[in-house]
């Protein structure tokens, strides 16, 4: 590629940045329903997955009946009465035993922690579309989550790393489900996230929409519950996306913040999860505000 073509290419990506983040006020909800994502590639996840097994001390349960899609569920049995539950989004376009494990402190900690596999990953039906119709899965997930007998569905709190983190954002924005969420190192931009990466781009890459509906930077005053954007202090990509979408939303009133953790992609988990769960556990004592409007209907990939 030569030089004049990469600045090109540098500045279309500018120009569709700047679209986003002019386009901050506008509602999530509102534009998912109102477009339709064109695949031109109907394909599974880009990353290869394992056969699922059941992790030990868990259980499998199917959450999405059309297409067999399957999550696993643990944490402590209910004693007396319903618990708080984590709907915890794994990193990466495929699940692995580790991102199991990553989810450990929140089931030591009390929650129930149910862990979906999404449409095309690992097997599944389904196509690969990149945070799109992967988000109908997240709020099925969450359904099924808020339904089980032991948890108390006005304390479903929402988590996910990397990949998992982004759809954590979008989800948030989704749906009045969930009492906090938190993304541990999650890309609010798409543009950005996906350059040099054509294998992940599904759809027509010269739709600037497509991008923008990916992108929860775009949507920054969508978000209808508590959240916290984490990210290690050496992702350098995530910074500003990360707090730009804080700012806009905080200023609407949001209780919206990005932080910085020390360390990079991995390495921030641990102290991320730790400040997850703090945040959640602030939660536990108050009453759920009045939602601000009707909910809508419905490996490790480093950035």
């Given at each position: 590629?030569?030089?004049?073509?990469?600045?090109?290419?540098?500045?279309?990506?500018?120009?569709?940045?700047?679209?986003?983040?002019?386009?901050?006020?506008?509602?999530?909800?509102?534009?998912?329903?109102?477009?339709?994502?064109?695949?031109?590639?109907?394909?599974?996840?880009?990353?290869?997955?394992?056969?699922?097994?059941?992790?030990?001390?868990?259980?499998?349960?199917?959450?999405?009946?059309?297409?067999?899609?399957?999550?696993?569920?643990?944490?402590?049995?209910?004693?007396?009465?319903?618990?708080?539950a984590v709907l915890f989004l794994h990193g990466g376009f495929a699940y692995s035993p580790e991102d199991w494990m990553m989810a450990e402190p929140y089931r030591t900690a009390g929650f129930i922690t149910m862990m979906p596999i999404l449409r095309g990953e690992n097997g599944q039906a389904g196509h690969f579309t990149l945070f799109y119709d992967e988000v109908d899965d997240v709020l099925a997930a969450a359904r099924a989550l808020s339904s089980l007998p032991g948890v108390d569905p006005k304390r479903v709190f929402i988590a996910g790393h990397s990949?998992?983190?982004?759809?954590?954002?979008?989800?948030?924005?989704?749906?009045?489900?969930?009492?906090?969420?938190?993304?541990?190192?999650?890309?609010?931009?798409?543009?950005?996230?996906?350059?040099?990466?054509?294998?992940?781009?599904?759809?027509?890459?010269?739709?600037?929409?497509?991008?923008?509906?990916?992108?929860?930077?775009?949507?920054?005053?969508?978000?209808?519950?508590?959240?916290?954007?984490?990210?290690?202090?050496?992702?350098?990509?995530?910074?500003?996306?990360?707090?730009?979408?804080?700012?806009?939303?905080?200023?609407?009133?949001?209780?919206?913040?990005?932080?910085?953790?020390?360390?990079?992609?991995?390495?921030?988990?641990?102290?991320?999860?730790?400040?997850?769960?703090?945040?959640?556990?602030?939660?536990?004592?108050?009453?759920?505000?009045?939602?601000?409007?009707?909910?809508?209907?419905?490996?490790?990939?480093?950035?």
């Amino acid at each position: 590629m030569s030089h004049f073509t990469h600045s090109l290419r540098c500045l279309a990506v500018l120009l569709a940045c700047s679209s986003a983040a002019r386009a901050g006020d506008s509602d999530y909800s509102r534009a998912r329903q109102s477009f339709r994502s064109h695949l031109v590639r109907e394909q599974p996840s880009p990353q290869k997955g394992e056969p699922l097994e059941t992790p030990a001390g868990a259980s499998r349960v199917e959450y999405d009946k059309e297409r067999h899609l399957v999550a696993f569920l643990g944490g402590n049995s209910p004693k007396g009465g319903r618990q708080p539950a984590v709907l915890f989004l794994h990193g990466g376009f495929a699940y692995s035993p580790e991102d199991w494990m990553m989810a450990e402190p929140y089931r030591t900690a009390g929650f129930i922690t149910m862990m979906p596999i999404l449409r095309g990953e690992n097997g599944q039906a389904g196509h690969f579309t990149l945070f799109y119709d992967e988000v109908d899965d997240v709020l099925a997930a969450a359904r099924a989550l808020s339904s089980l007998p032991g948890v108390d569905p006005k304390r479903v709190f929402i988590a996910g790393h990397s990949v998992g983190g982004t759809l954590t954002l979008l989800a948030a924005m989704a749906t009045d489900t969930f009492r906090a969420a938190t993304s541990l190192s999650g890309s609010p931009d798409q543009f950005g996230f996906t350059q040099g990466r054509p294998f992940l781009v599904p759809f027509d890459p010269a739709d600037q929409r497509e991008f923008l509906i990916r992108s929860p930077q775009a949507f920054a005053t969508s978000f209808q519950c508590p959240v916290r954007i984490f990210y290690g202090s050496e992702e350098k990509g995530f910074a500003a996306s990360s707090q730009d979408t804080a700012q806009r939303a905080a200023a609407k009133g949001a209780d919206v913040k990005a932080l910085a953790i020390p360390g990079n992609h991995f390495s921030a988990v641990p102290e991320e999860i730790r400040q997850s769960i703090a945040f959640f556990q602030g939660f536990m004592g108050k009453a759920a505000p009045a939602p601000a409007r009707k909910p809508a209907t419905p490996s490790r990939a480093a950035p």
